[in-house]
């Protein structure tokens, strides 16, 4: 079972290295949204469906108005709880129907880092740069590692990059990883500013 350090809290953190639907729901989570939260959110959610372990048969079939209670909470799973909870079901349901409602089952039998980086890619609300980043996070923290992953992972898969949650290991790396995704956003920033003034 990987120690993860990603939430920065030992419980919502083991509950991501030994339950990989929470890992799943974790970085669904992680968009315009602190990272800790994100990922500490599924234990969270996990307490208030009274479980230790996520389920996604039981997600998928949970009553919906139910479910959207559970995200908005307090303190709420999300700063979008309603989209999120909604989401959250249709990754459940996906699971489902293709993985016999298990997460694990995406990566345990894949040929190589192509294959798992197109399933990654066909779940709801993981674009190309978010399957990418889980991808880097199943090599780099969880062991998985097919074939040609740190390639798919593109960037994301560098050894000692610090780009993405997927570099997350303690308090220092995420303090990090925040620094490199503030100098990118200023970059841009700065960029749309030139294109602008000229």
Known sequence: MPQLRIAQDPAADELLGRDPLALLIGMLLDQQFPMERAFGAPRLLAQRLGVDTLSA???AEHDP???LRHFQGPPALHRYPGSM???TQELARLLVERYDGRAEALWTDVPDGRTLLRRLGELPGFGAQKAKIFL???GKQVGVTPPGWREAAGEYGEEG???SV?????PESLAEVRSFKQSVKQAAKEARAARAGS
């Open 57 to 59: 048969a039981e997600l």
């Open 161 to 163: 990059s610090r780009r």
């Open 65 to 67: 108005e139910l479910l």
């Open 166 to 170: 997927a570099d997350i290991t303690g």
């Open 136 to 138: 880097a996070l199943l």
């Open 85 to 87: 909870a909604t989401r």
